[in-house]
Every structure is written in C-alpha cells, then in structure tokens.
C-alpha cells in the first residue's frame, strides 16, 4: 500500500493537475493537520482514494465561495480518538498540539493528552491482548515530547505519544507541526523501538 501524508504547508505541484501523474499509484491519503479544506479536497476528489485526517492548532473554519462556513473537509473521514481498518491497515488518530493559548480549540494539556491517549486505547485491547499490534498507523499533528519536537511551548511534543508506542507498538507515527524550515537540520525520521516517527511536512510518500 503507498500513503501519500500531507501537513502543515500548501504544496504547489500537489493543488495541480501534476497530482495525478505524479501519485497516481497512491492508496490512501493522511493529513496530519493545518492545512486548508479546498486543498485537502482538491486532493481527495482528485485522487479518488480514501482519505483520514487530524486537526492542527490552527485547524477552525473556512468561508467557501458561497459564503457558507465548513467546519469539515468534503471526502475526508476525522481519525481524533478512532481506530479504523483501510486496506488490510489500522489506523488511529490524535488531533492537536501542546496548549500555548487559554481557551482554544485543538490545544490540551499533557494530562489532557494523555487522557485522550487512554480513551483511544480502549480501541486497541483486543488486538493488543491477542499479542498483535494494537494499530499499524498512528496519526498526530504535534509529535512526541523529545522527538522531532522543539523548546518552545507552542512546538514541544506529548509525552502520551511516547507511552502510545510502547503500549501499542504502530509501524509509523506521522506527525507535522513541526515546519521542516523551523529546523533544516533536525532528522525527519526517528526509531523508536518498534516505531517509526516520520514528519511529514510538508509530504512524504510511504509505502506499508
């Protein structure tokens, strides 16, 4: 199966007809958060493939041309808190970055996170006492605390990710949040025990 996963930034040759020739043997599309609606849907409807996301930080609403708010993508299916089966694949999502601001959607706690975390695991029990993985593919916008992740409060990562790959051991955690630009340096791809944590930003084609 290949994965195209898109965060965080409008990709030119991707919001073009180049789309599909240059992905046409895409499966399945993830956005891992903040990106604009008529570009998650540009994708989709162009692809034809399902299509699961997260909210980013700055993931609220957009005003379509009619004037009518969209609080949700067309052809997309949110992932926060579900385990889903797509293509022989599991999928699981977590939504939102650290909290930097009070009373603002998409942000939480490390205990808030952490709660969510625990909520999304009782999807995973049977699998995960059966002796398999509880999922394949964990989806987040922030990343974990101490990978990929920064100083600032705004970009420190969850340290429930961390437990998350420990307790269900997913093949890949994709993240973005984290503009590859804020740090050039900084790897894109970690090992983390069983896991591997990509950041996505602002693409990256995948094959599972």
Not at 29 to 58: A, K
Not at 191 to 205: C, E, F, G, K
Request: a neutral charge; proline letters at 6%; glycine letters at 8%.
């Amino acid at each position: 199966m290949k994965l195209l996963a898109l965060s965080d930034e409008v990709v030119n040759w991707i919001y073009s007809p180049a789309l599909i020739e240059r992905c046409a043997g895409v499966d399945l599309v993830i956005s891992c958060g903040d990106l604009p609606m008529h570009y998650m849907e540009f994708v989709t409807s162009t692809l034809n493939v399902p299509s699961y996301y997260v909210r980013g930080n700055h993931d609220l609403y957009e005003v379509d041309e009619e004037g009518a708010i969209k609080t949700e993508p067309q052809g997309w299916i949110n992932l926060d808190l579900q385990r889903r089966r797509v293509g022989g694949i599991t999928l699981a999502g977590l939504q939102g970055c650290l909290r930097y601001k009070p009373h603002v959607p998409y942000q939480y706690s490390q205990r808030g996170q952490r709660l969510r975390a625990l909520w999304l695991m009782r999807t995973m029990i049977g699998p995960l006492l059966r002796g398999e993985r509880g999922i394949d593919v964990l989806v987040t916008h922030a990343p974990p605390f101490g990978i990929h992740d920064a100083t600032d409060l705004a970009h420190t990562g969850f340290l429930a990710y961390e437990w998350l790959i420990r307790v269900a051991r997913p093949r890949y955690l994709l993240h973005g949040h984290q503009h590859r630009n804020y740090a050039p340096m900084q790897t894109g791809e970690t090992r983390l025990q069983d896991t591997t944590v990509i950041n996505v930003h602002p693409y990256r084609i995948i094959e599972l």
